[in-house]
């Protein structure tokens, strides 16, 4: 692993944090109240900021929305010294099935030219930490995934009635 792989995994849960307490403070709701698209921005604003810690003194581009010809734009991009690829797929409160589309998306990419990682938001109950939906990945997966990031916070939500928890996953394919 390298060590921009966890950096830019911890800007991302930094990243939540932020906005789950803004969020809270302005709406009465959490991390998943906020779009997906709308994240994953500040993600990639919030990278950008830390680049010179993340990436060194390499030359580093931002895309967004890029289509790489692997089935659909990826969410998030950046060009390391004009030649080498980081692509991140995003996936907040959603299906295992939809990370599984994210997860086949990104293992079109080649791993040599591409570092390839996945990022789920996940709502777990607080009570019932284990998610079914990380047991599906790991047995559907068409490529191995090693996981580089988990940690979890408390969070708001109109969505259920017990507390959760958002548990920010980071897998690189």
Not at 18 to 41: C, H, N, T, W
């Amino acid at each position: 692993m390298h060590e921009y792989e966890m950096k830019i995994a911890e800007a991302i849960y930094q990243t939540a944090i932020k906005y789950d307490r803004d969020l809270s403070q302005e709406a009465d709701e959490g991390i998943f109240f906020m779009p997906e698209l709308a994240f994953v921005f500040q993600c990639g604003l919030e990278i950008m900021r830390k680049r010179n810690s993340i990436f060194g003194n390499s030359k580093v581009e931002w895309l967004r929305e890029i289509n790489l010809g692997n089935g659909g734009p990826c969410d998030l991009a950046f060009i390391i010294n004009d030649s080498h690829k980081i692509v991140l797929e995003f996936k907040l409160r959603n299906t295992s099935t939809s990370y599984l589309r994210d997860i086949e998306k990104l293992s079109k990419l080649s791993p040599v030219s591409h570092t390839r990682l996945f990022c789920a938001l996940i709502d777990v109950f607080q009570e019932q930490p284990q998610d079914g939906r990380l047991v599906y990945l790991n047995t559907h997966s068409p490529t191995p995934l090693k996981k580089i990031f988990c940690s979890s916070f408390p969070t708001k939500t109109s969505y259920y009635q017990k507390p959760i928890s958002c548990q920010v996953m980071v897998w690189k394919l």
